[in-house]
């Protein structure tokens, strides 16, 4: 085992879950017909939200998982390596990094990797990418650090729907300011990249992290569903000669961890067996933890096989997650996931669907 991963030893059980028997499943929309759909993620509301958080630097001047760029960089450096031979990163590579707020790691892909076809950094503020070129400049006296060259653009994201049916993106271009159409594409993209992008969704998912009783489960947001497809979406079909995934780098404590497999697996279930969407084809095939950065990377590869049942999505994660940490002989079998499919993971009612809280 590497210098810097870790298996650490937790010796309380989490929580008790009641075992259940199997739910069937069967394909439905999340509403019924002729009710109204509650209300969902308000995109122009996140956007005034963080756009007033990235301009109070005293806030947004370090990253929210004290992991920095340069670091995150290095990670994703080694979970490339996991997946692909040399050249890890070439022209042919189309980057997509969501959510980078203050902190992208265009500079640091940059200088890790030399040589890629074009960069695309997406978020729903569109201040942030500017306030981030300010806080490169005072920090590292940085004149040129808005000098991006013409196969890198900044877009503020107008829908968790990145994509028209077309396959044009819908996002407005922030950088370059001259420009008013993104380059960025649906099924052109070969790896998307983001750093804490799991930890903000599954903290505001309230109501599944709050629930002890797997019975109590809620039905995944539809939002973070629609985001997911979002990535599936832009990653396109597979190629044989050139592995495609998104790679998350995200805060590694034991309950962290926990929750956001068990956000991976919502959205895989919801999307292959409820929806039938994009995100239905991702599977997370590696998982690593960093002692030194107490992080975890994730990997999901987009794959041309969806999952014919949760027992085999929960026995997938479960091989790959094996080890990672090593928990109590005491501990409950469905401390990670549930054994069967919760009740309400199968829903259309409105109150067994789960939001994600305002910020």
């Given amino acids: 085992m590497a210098e810097d991963d870790a298996v650490v030893t937790n010796s309380c059980a989490y929580s008790l879950r009641k075992r ?130 013409d196969n890198i653009e900044f877009l503020r994201a107008t829908s968790v729907n990145y994509f028209n049916p077309d396959g044009s993106c819908n996002a407005e271009v922030i950088i370059p300011s001259d420009r008013n159409t993104p380059t960025l594409t649906a099924g052109t993209v070969t790896l998307v990249l983001a750093k804490s992008t799991l930890d903000y969704l599954t903290c505001r998912l309230t109501g599944s992290v709050a629930t002890l009783d797997w019975d109590e489960n809620p039905r995944i947001s539809p939002s973070v569903v629609e985001m997911f497809d979002s990535f599936s979406t832009a990653l396109g079909s597979v190629t044989e ?46 998982v690593r933890r960093n002692k030194a950065h107490k992080a975890v990377i994730y990997t999901l590869e987009k794959t041309e096989h969806a999952y014919d049942s949760y027992r085999e999505i929960r026995a997938d994660i479960l091989h790959t997650t094996a080890r990672l940490y090593e928990v109590s002989e005491v501990q409950d079998d469905d401390w990670l996931l549930p054994i069967t499919v919760p009740p309400k993971w199968n829903t259309h009612s409105h109150g067994d669907v789960e939001q994600l809280s305002a910020i």
Wanted: charged share 30%; glycine share 6%.
């Fill in 241 to 286: 000669d050139r592995r495609k995934a998104v790679i998350f780098v995200e805060p590694g404590d034991f309950v962290k961890f926990r929750d956001h497999i068990g956000t991976i697996a919502r959205v895989i279930y919801d999307a292959t067996f409820r929806r039938n969407s994009p995100a239905k084809w991702l599977r997370l095939t590696h």
């Fill in 20 to 149: 259940k028997r199997p739910v069937k499943v069967e394909q439905v929309e999340y509403y019924e017909d002729g009710v109204s759909e509650p209300e969902l993620f308000r995109v122009e509301d996140e956007a005034r939200a963080w756009d007033m958080f990235y301009k109070d630097g005293r806030q947004s001047d370090e990253p929210f998982s004290g992991v920095n760029a340069k670091d995150a960089v290095s990670m994703i450096h080694t979970a490339i390596r996991r997946i692909r031979s040399q050249p890890l990163v070439d022209n042919r590579d189309v980057i997509m990094e969501v959510g980078h707020g203050k902190h992208p790691l265009i500079w640091d892909l940059q200088r890790t990797f030399k040589n890629f076809g074009s960069y695309t950094g997406i978020e729903f503020s569109g201040d942030s990418i500017l306030e981030a070129i300010k806080l490169r400049q005072r920090n590292f006296g940085s004149p040129d650090a808005s000098d991006f060259a």
